[in-house]
């Protein structure tokens, strides 16, 4: 009887999920889960270090274990919306770059406190909602220009992998040169670098979850050596949403101000194209695409992400968004939602286990390889800018070098906005420009007279 209900459950699943039709088996698909997990869950010890009180933030940061529970549940509720409803072999999580922006551009660059930044994440969310289930989001997707997209993933890669130098000593402040090289001879920094060293040699060797066991091997290593402490236990249960459940809805009124809409803008901005990117990245990989290249069910897709966003913000967590790790899973076999599923459920499983987390949260030089690392993937897009056209490389780099020189992506979004229309015009291809494209010089040139006042 046991026998009967497992194989009815199975064909039953096999059937929504469209498992067999796409190809695939439901040992594959748990498999891909499996990876797709492994890959990507170096972000339960990487956010909390950058969004927590216990890092860079201090005391202007969000409790360290609040910040470990929420994400776990945001990776798991946007993950599972994302593998139920739309059926992607897709996984979710707050994204690396994101949590950068709202934690050193936000929190710390504009001095707005973490309960409006949560409130500013959650209304990008909704408005996401808005233009993922609407005809909007493809006249918004056709008013942006490829190069301009390609140049703000790549900027965020930049900054990404800047604050993880800055993190890992291996850059540091100089009154002289405004940045010089660290002091090799200080044991985090050798710690950081060991760390950088054999995640990289773990990602060209193409070991899925190479970001996970550098880190892994890094922690080891702090340990031996004295530099990281050993975890007061392995399992514990999930704490700390006391400090940040509801705080995005509360400090809702705090939203609304000129400040918050360039906030609000650039994490919508930013969320929406990353996110498209990746559906359209892995769906391809997966070969889930239809036969005119477009992506089926992309309205559930784009709501999904949107949905994980509104659910890690009230939950307490930076935005949420497809990770381009999900191709680790795709390349095993995955091909379905119940690739999502099953990553889901390591990540409620991982939810329990925050005293090892925390002990690699607390210790830059353990997370900043990571973040190093994850810069450099993002920054590939560089590769495919058009350098040969000054109307679109100058915008670009402007995007590009700005994030990290300014320490804010949303001051580089804003001056490649700026410029981008300008050299249309100037080589006199401004029927090119959409009009959208001017709405935002105006904004972005309201936002930096904001600044200076």
Same mark, same amino acid.
């Given at each position: ?63 360290? &274990?609040?910040?470990?529970? #929420?994400? %776990?549940? =945001? %990776?798991?509720? +946007? ?23 709202? =934690? ?42 490829? &190069? !301009? ?42 710690? %950081? ?16 979850? %190479? ?35 509801? &705080? ?9 101000? +000129? ?25 391809? &990989? =997966? +070969? ?21 966003? !509104? ?102 979004? #804003? ?27 105006? !904004? ?10």
């Amino acid at each position: 009887m046991v026998t009967d209900v497992l194989s009815r459950t199975r064909g039953r699943l096999d059937t929504y999920f469209g498992i067999s039709s796409n190809g695939s088996t439901m040992k594959r698909e748990l498999m891909a889960g499996t990876i797709t997990f492994l890959a990507m869950s170096y972000v339960l010890a990487v956010n909390p270090s950058v969004l927590g009180d216990q890092g860079a933030l201090g005391a202007k940061g969000i409790p360290m &274990q609040a910040v470990f529970t #929420a994400t %776990a549940i =945001a %990776a798991v509720f +946007g993950t599972l919306v994302m593998g139920i409803w739309a059926r992607y072999p897709i996984a979710l999580a707050p994204g690396m770059g994101l949590n950068a922006f709202f =934690a050193y551009s936000v929190v710390l660059g504009m001095g707005i406190p973490w309960q409006a930044a949560l409130s500013g994440t959650f209304l990008s969310g909704v408005i996401f909602f808005v233009l993922a289930i609407t005809k909007v989001r493809e006249r918004i997707l056709d008013a942006i220009p490829m &190069q !301009m997209k390609l140049a703000v993933g790549a900027g965020i890669g930049m900054f990404v992998a800047f604050l993880g130098l800055k993190n890992a000593g291996i850059v540091v402040n100089s009154d002289a040169t405004l940045v010089t090289l660290g002091d090799f001879t200080k044991g985090t920094t050798l710690l %950081a670098l060991f760390g950088l060293v054999v995640t990289v040699v773990f990602l060209v060797i193409g070991w899925h979850g %190479a970001v996970l066991y550098g880190i892994v091997l890094t922690a080891a290593v702090g340990v031996v050596s004295g530099l990281v402490d050993l975890p007061h236990g392995v399992v514990a249960m999930p704490r700390g949403l006391e400090h940040t459940f509801g &705080q995005a809805i509360i400090h809702l009124p705090d939203a609304f101000t +000129g400040q918050m809409a360039v906030v609000i803008l650039t994490m919508l901005f930013v969320d929406f194209f990353d996110c498209s990117g990746t559906l359209i990245g892995v769906a391809n &990989q =997966a +070969g889930l695409l239809d036969k005119d290249g477009k992506l089926p069910r992309a309205a559930s897709a784009l709501a999904a992400d949107s949905v994980g966003t !509104m659910a890690g913000a009230v939950i307490g967590t930076s935005t949420t968004t497809a990770y381009v790790e999900s191709t680790a899973g795709v390349s095993a076999g995955g091909r379905t939602g119940m690739t999502a599923v099953t990553t889901a459920g390591w990540f409620l499983i991982a939810m329990f286990c925050y005293p090892i987390f925390a002990v690699v949260a607390g210790s830059s030089a353990i997370t900043a390889p990571a973040l190093i690392v994850v810069g450099v993937l993002m920054a590939r897009a560089l590769g495919e800018i058009d350098w040969n056209r000054l109307e679109y490389s100058i915008p670009a780099f402007v995007t590009v070098i700005m994030m990290p020189l300014t320490y804010s992506i949303a001051n580089g979004l #804003a001056m490649g906005m700026l410029f981008y229309p300008i050299v249309m015009t100037a080589k006199g291809r401004v029927k090119e420009v959409h009009p959208a494209m001017w709405a935002l010089l105006v !904004m972005f040139l309201g936002y930096f007279f904001f600044l200076a006042e």
